[in-house]
């Protein structure tokens, strides 16, 4: 099959992960006989420098017009460090998601068997824990009304929902959880919160229609506990759209790294899969950054567009990179691997018809001469 790709790299790590990314894809299409033309452009601070817009006008024509985008990442210290500046490398990407109208981000975490002894928490806490987290995308505090006083002496940002917005992520969110273990938790803080109440009724409405589904409903407070003492009782957890961003970065430690942790945009007419982590500044240019997410964000992608065999192919190459430890520094601390060479391993993994990686038991590091 022959599918448009539009390819955005972004700033700090972005172009290095995402590199690896193209290359897992293009040993995709060749195994599977598919033809992926990627198109790449600018975005963030990368765009900024350039054309001084973190969302140029043909960037935004490119993500329309293709069949899925592969994201980068996004951010620059120099902004971060600079309040007043006018204009800010994640506009670009909060533009592009409330542009292609992304409203559902789909972010799964999972305990890696072979991972778990290097968490910080405990094992047999994790051991098995596997959630996925549908954050809402294009609302709330995100994007609400912004001002700051003239004085400079007080700031606003507006929190707004409406029930349209969260019915339409809830009904993915529940469709998910009838395909899994059959339970949502609803992660808000409607013991203070107008917009919290809002979703816990219109979940309780929509949740009817999914009798088998079991729900739950959380203060993110007491969930962002949770997420630490007991992961394991999580399936299907959904949230508005700033909660969703603390949460899901706080349940990347049980996959062992945040480096590792894919996500899904979802809209009705586009969609975007980028890694949950940012750009990482000062491991831009080093290789040393875990391209993971990002393949893992590709594998995604291939089930959007209907690939299922491909993404499994790609999962299994992850998989067996991880057991055998191709791993960058993030999780392998003594021996690591470059985020190249970890993409060579996932290309050469994905090449391999004959199964000669995935069957060879005497293959350890040192042997690995094939990548
Ligand atoms: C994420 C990121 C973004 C967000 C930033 C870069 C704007 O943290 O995708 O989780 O807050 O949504
Ligand atoms: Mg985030």
Redesign the pocket.
């Known amino acids: 099959m022959k599918f448009n790709i539009a390819v955005l790299p972004g700033d700090g790590i972005g172009p290095e992960i995402t590199q690896q990314s193209v290359k897992v894809l293009r040993a995709v299409a060749d195994r599977f006989d598919h033809e992926f033309n990627f198109e790449e452009a600018v975005v963030g601070a990368a765009a900024i420098d350039l054309l001084g817009d973190p969302l140029p006008e043909t960037t935004l024509e490119l993500c329309k017009k293709s069949d899925a985008v592969l994201f980068g990442a996004?951010?620059d210290p120099k902004y971060d460090n600079d309040p007043s500046a006018k204009v800010r490398p994640?506009q670009g990407?909060?533009k592009l998601r409330k542009e292609l109208g992304l409203f559902a981000n789909i972010r799964p975490v999972r305990a890696y068997e072979s991972l778990i002894h290097k968490s910080p928490l405990k094992p047999e806490n994790i051991e098995g824990a596997d959630m996925v987290i549908f954050r809402e995308l294009t609302g709330g505090i995100y994007f609400g009304e912004k001002s700051t006083a003239e004085d400079g002496r007080s700031a606003s940002d507006l929190c707004t929902y409406s029930v349209e917005e969260i019915e339409r992520i809830a009904h993915l969110a529940f469709k998910a959880a009838e395909e899994r273990r059959k339970k949502l938790t609803l992660i808000d803080k409607a013991n203070v919160l107008e917009t919290s109440r809002l979703w816990r009724r219109t979940v309780t409405e929509i949740a009817k229609d999914y009798p088998s589904v079991k729900v739950e409903y959380l203060f993110v407070d007491n969930a962002a506990m949770q997420m630490i003492l007991n992961p394991k009782q999580f399936d299907v957890i959904l949230t508005e759209n700033m909660f969703g961003?603390i949460i899901s970065d706080e349940a990347s430690v049980i996959g062992g790294s945040i480096g590792l942790l894919e996500s899904a945009s979802i809209g009705t007419e586009n969609a975007l899969f980028e890694p949950?982590h940012?750009s990482y500044p000062q491991a831009a240019g080093q290789g040393i950054a875990n391209p993971i997410a990002s393949v893992l964000s590709a594998a995604m992608m291939l089930d959007h567009l209907g690939l299922k065999k491909e993404a499994e192919t790609v999962r299994m190459a992850v998989e067996l990179s991880i057991k055998l430890n191709v791993c960058t520094i993030d999780i392998n601390k003594d021996n690591h691997y470059s985020t190249e060479r970890v993409g060579d391993f996932l290309e050469s993994v994905i090449s391999d018809t004959e199964g000669h990686i995935v069957n060879n038991e005497n293959l350890n590091l040192g042997q690995m001469t094939i990548i």
Do not use: V
């Open positions: 996004i951010g994640e990407l909060l961003d949950i940012g």
